[in-house]
């Protein structure tokens, strides 16, 4: 079981950027933890961070055919993009959306996300283990289907 760990625009400054919302870790501490977890569980995982929606998009399309699950963070592009649901779409890969704070909480404008419609689950609020729980949801969700 293979699967691509997704961030988006700077999740890369996590330690930096607002640390009373994002914690104190940074964005190695993030990659640490989701490769621990997967190997615990016997998954291969790549991962992906990039500040640019078409390459988001261009990094969904080459995992068609070669990976099993996405895990995505798509940061700001949560909210905005249409680009990144389409190509989740296109490629059909069972995707599980995460959000280190909690969406439905905060600004009217972070409450919509265009990326939960295509996602098997949405997991916010929950800071890093929000990525391991998406690891082993994934997990079971791919185990079950
Ligand atoms: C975020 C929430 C988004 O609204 C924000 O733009 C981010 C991070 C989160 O992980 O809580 O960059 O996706």
Known sequence: M??????????????????????KRDFGALI???????????????????????DIVDRIQAAYGKIDGIVINPAAYTHTSVAI????KAVGIPTVEVHL???????????RSF????????????????????????KEYLEKS
Do not use: M, W
């Open 2 to 23: 293979k699967f691509l760990i997704i961030n988006g625009p700077n999740l890369n400054f996590l330690g930096i950027r607002e640390p009373e919302i994002y914690g």
């Open 32 to 54: 640490a933890l989701c490769e621990q977890t997967c190997s615990e569980n016997g998954i291969e995982c790549e991962t992906y961070q990039s500040n640019h929606e078409g």
């Open 85 to 88: 649901p389409d190509a989740l």
């Open 101 to 111: 704070s909690d969406i439905n909480a905060r600004e009217e404008f972070r409450r």
């Open 115 to 138: 990326v939960s419609p295509v996602a098997v689950k949405t997991i916010c609020g929950k800071g890093f283990d929000g990525y391991v729980e998406a690891i082993l949801y994934l």
